[in-house]
C-alpha cells in the first residue's frame, strides 16, 4: 500500500466521525458507576426529602408562639414529645406546645418551624424539663427542609449521556435507584510493533531500543476511561497480521504503534490493507503525520507511529476523541487563552500540537529536535494548538492552550 | 463534649498540616504505577537513544558527497548494506557509498546523516538495484537522533513526589527500569451513621431517608486517589465507637458522615472523645460549619455531617488536602478569574465555598435554600470560594473560581 498525500485533520476527523462505533449498554450497580457514562434518564421514585424536615436539632414548634420573645420577654414552651432520627411522633402540636426534634426527622403535624436548640434559654439536654424558655423570634418555614424540595417524584434528576460523578451517585440513589443502564467500557488491544524493542533492561545490546510505548500508549488509553490488553509483535507481515485478525474479533477497538511510514510499504498499513480497509494513511499533523486509521471485521484501527512523541500526539489530536465517544461522551477539553512568548512557525494547511508549558498568564513551547523526545512530554503541562488555517504564532499573540490534565476522563 | 465556638478555617488547616500522615512506600512494576505517586528520584541507566539513530527510512550517507546535487545534476550513490529495524551492520561507509537504513536503526560507521527514501529519484523498495540516485543535498545530521540526546546515562530523569502520567511512565521505562518505588494508595474506611438511613428503594417508610452519602462520599475518596471501605452504623454510641475502635487497627484514615451536631453532645464526636481525642469540632465554614477532626489509635478521622451537601463542602474545604498529602501531593487545583454576574453575601471571619456555575467568562452561584440540597452539586460546576478575609462579592467583581474536575487526582 503507497499514500504520498497528506490529508488535512480536518478530513481526518470527519472520516473518523462517519466510522465512530458507540459501545451497546450494560446494567451495573449503582456503587460500580462511577466516572461510568449513564445511558437512561433517571426519573426519581420520591420526593426529596420525602416529607418535610427537620434542619436542625432544636424544638418543632408554631412560629407565631415565639412572636414578641426578645431577651426581656421571655416565652415559656411546654414539651410534649421528642422524635429522634429515623423516628417520627403521631402527636399533633398545639400553641403553645413543642416537640424536640433531631436533625433529620419529620416535622410533627401542627408545626411549622424549628427553633434551633441553642436559641433556647435552658439547656435541655440530657434533663427531663418540661418546657422550654425562649427569648427571639423565628419565622415559619426556618430549619424545615419542605417536602420535594430537592426533587419531585417523577421528575427527571440525571440525564442519559452523562458522566457520573459523585453528586450524580447521590442524587440516583435519592431517586430510590440502584442500579443503572451505562455504556459498556471500551475494551482496547494495543499491539506495539518493532524488531528493535525489549522490555525495560540495565543492559541494553547494540540496536535495540527499550518499548516505552506500551507504558504510554497502555496508559493513555486508560486515561479514556478505557481498558487495555498490549501485546508485542515483530515487523512481520504474518505475525502483524495474526494479531490484528485475531483482536479484531475480541476487542472493540485496535490501536497499533509502529510499520505506518509513508511514502513506502509499511507492515501494519500492508496488513490493515490486506484484511481490511486504511480510510486514511497520512495527516497533515505535527508531530505525527504517518498516522492511519481503518477497519479491520468492523473493528476500528489507529495506526500509530513508533514514535513515541508522535504516537502521543495522534493520539490526542485523533483517537481520544474517538474513545470518548465510544461511551457517548464528546471530547471538549477546556480551552485556555495565554499570551505566547516565543514565535512559532507552522504551515498553513497543517495543524501543529505544539508541547509547551503553560503558567496562569503565558505560554512558551518546549523546544526539541525530534519527535523521538520524550523528555519534552515530561517537561510540558500543555498543548499549543496551531489550526490548518493559520500560518504561526507571532510573540505575544493570545494562543488557545490545552492543559494535558483537562484531556483525561476523570472530570 | 460540648463546643461552641467556630474557629476560623485557617486554624482547622493548621491543625490538619500538624497531624498530617504520609503513607509508607512499596516497590511496584511499572506496568501498575499510572496515577501512583513515584517516592524515588529516577536516575537513567542508558543513554536515550542509546546509539546514534535512523529518524527516518532511507539511506544513511556522508553529507558531503550530496553536495551540489540538484535536478540537473544527479548523483549515483552504492548501496553496500541495509540494515533493518532491531539490526546493526559492521560496514563502514566510504565516501560514494550508502546504506540502506530503518526507521530506529543505528546509524553505520562513517555516515553522518541520513537521506529520506522519497529524496531518492529510483524508488529501491523490493528491488535489488545496487545504486541510488539523488537529486537534492542534505546537511549533516539531518534525520539521526544522537546518542542520549533525549536522556544521559546516569541524569535524573523523573524526580520523587510527581505523579506518575504516560509520559513518566515513558521516560522511566526508557532509562532501564521496570519497577518503581510508591507512595502507597491510603485505605479509608467511611461510616456512615444515621437511624434513619435506608438503601436505594422504591417504597420507603415513614421518617427513613436514603443514604447517599456512602455513594457521594465513597466516590469522593476515590477521586483522590484512594481506595474505601464503607460501613453503615445507628446513632448509637456504643456501635459507633465499635466500628471507628476496629476501622482505626486496619485503616489509614476514617471518614464519618453523621452525628456531629455543635452545641449539644452528639454520638460520633462523643466517641471520638471517648477512646481518642478531638481537635476541633466547629470550623467558620458554609456550607458545613458542624465538621471535627481527630486521632483514634494515631488514626485521623474525619468527622463530616450527615447532610450531603454539607459533607461535601467539608470533605472538598479540608479532607482532600489531606488524602493527596497522604501521597504526598500537594492539592492546588488550578485556581480560574471569572466575572461574578451575582452578589454573594458573606460574613468577614467565614470561609463560604459557594457551589456555582461558570461558563468561559463569568459565574453565577447556584442558588439553594438548605444544605440538603444534592441537586446543586449537580447543576454546579465549580466553586466560588470566599475568603475567611472578605465580606462578599459584588456584582461584575472578579473572583476566584475552582472546577469540580480540577479537583481530582488524575491530573
Redesign the interface.
Known amino acids: 500500500m503507497f499514500l504520498?498525500e497528506l490529508i488535512p485533520m480536518s478530513n481526518a476527523l470527519n472520516i473518523l466521525d462517519e466510522n465512530q462505533i458507540i459501545m451497546k449498554t450494560e446494567k451495573i450497580k449503582?456503587?460500580d458507576s462511577?466516572l461510568r457514562v449513564l445511558a437512561e434518564n433517571i426519573n426519581s421514585?420520591?420526593d426529596?426529602?420525602?416529607?418535610d424536615?427537620s434542619?436542625m436539632?432544636g424544638y418543632a414548634l408554631i412560629a407565631e408562639d415565639t412572636f414578641g420573645a426578645s431577651s426581656n420577654v421571655i416565652k415559656k414552651l411546654n414539651i410534649i414529645d421528642q422524635i429522634?432520627?429515623?423516628?417520627?411522633s403521631n402527636k399533633k402540636i398545639s400553641s403553645g406546645e413543642v416537640i424536640r426534634i433531631a436533625?433529620?426527622?419529620?416535622i410533627p403535624e401542627g408545626a411549622d418551624t424549628v427553633l434551633?436548640?441553642?436559641y433556647t434559654l435552658i439547656?435541655n439536654?440530657?434533663t427531663n424539663n418540661e418546657f422550654i424558655e425562649i427569648h427571639s423570634q423565628v419565622t415559619p418555614g426556618e430549619n424545615v427542609?419542605i417536602c420535594g424540595?430537592?426533587?419531585k417524584k417523577g421528575n427527571k434528576?440525571?440525564e442519559s449521556e452523562n458522566i457520573i460523578?459523585?453528586?450524580?451517585?447521590?442524587?440516583?440513589?435519592?431517586?430510590?435507584?440502584?442500579a443503572v443502564e451505562v455504556y459498556k467500557i471500551p475494551h482496547v488491544k494495543l499491539i506495539v510493533t518493532?524488531?528493535?524493542?525489549v522490555?525495560?533492561?540495565?543492559s541494553?545490546e547494540?540496536?535495540?531500543?527499550?518499548?516505552?510505548?506500551?507504558?504510554?500508549?497502555?496508559?493513555?488509553i486508560?486515561?479514556c476511561g478505557a481498558k487495555v490488553d498490549i501485546s508485542i509483535a515483530k515487523?512481520n507481515f504474518d505475525e502483524v497480521q495474526k494479531e490484528i485478525s485475531e483482536s479484531s474479533k475480541n476487542h472493540d477497538l485496535i490501536i497499533t504503534t509502529g510499520g505506518t511510514?509513508i511514502?513506502?510499504?509499511d507492515v501494519v498499513i500492508d496488513v490493515v490493507d490486506s484484511i481490511g480497509d486504511v480510510l486514511f494513511h497520512g495527516v497533515a499533523l505535527r508531530p505525527g503525520k504517518p498516522v492511519g486509521f481503518g477497519i479491520v471485521n468492523e473493528t476500528p484501527v489507529f495506526m500509530l507511529s513508533?514514535?513515541?512523541v508522535a504516537a502521543?500526539g495522534q493520539f490526542d489530536a485523533l483517537t481520544r476523541k474517538f474513545l470518548f465517544k465510544m461511551q457517548n461522551i464528546e471530547f471538549n477539553p477546556?480551552v485556555e487563552k495565554r499570551r505566547a512568548n516565543v514565535k512559532i512557525y507552522s504551515n498553513l494547511g497543517r495543524t501543529d500540537y505544539i508541547r509547551a508549558h503553560a503558567d496562569n498568564s503565558q505560554v512558551k513551547s518546549i523546544l526539541s529536535?525530534?519527535?523521538?523526545?520524550?523528555?519534552s512530554?515530561?517537561e510540558a503541562n500543555s498543548y499549543i494548538i496551531v489550526d490548518e488555517n493559520q500560518e504561526g504564532i507571532t510573540k505575544d499573540e493570545t494562543v488557545d492552550v490545552i492543559?494535558?490534565?483537562?484531556m483525561?476522563?476523570?472530570?
Chains 1, 2 share one sequence.
Open positions: 504520498s449503582l456503587e462511577y421514585f420520591h426529596s426529602p420525602p416529607f424536615k434542619a436539632d429522634g432520627a429515623g423516628d417520627f436533625t433529620g426527622a419529620p434551633m436548640e441553642e439547656n439536654e440530657g427542609a424540595e430537592d426533587i434528576v440525571v460523578r459523585p453528586q450524580e451517585m447521590g442524587l440516583i440513589a435519592s431517586a430510590g435507584i440502584d518493532g524488531n528493535e524493542l522490555n525495560p533492561t540495565k541494553l547494540k540496536a535495540q531500543i527499550i518499548n516505552s510505548n506500551q507504558y504510554i500508549i497502555g496508559s493513555m486508560k486515561s515487523d511510514a511514502s513506502k510499504g513508533g514514535y513515541p502521543m477546556r529536535r525530534g519527535s523521538g523526545v520524550i523528555r512530554m515530561v492543559f494535558f490534565e483537562d483525561n476522563w476523570n472530570k
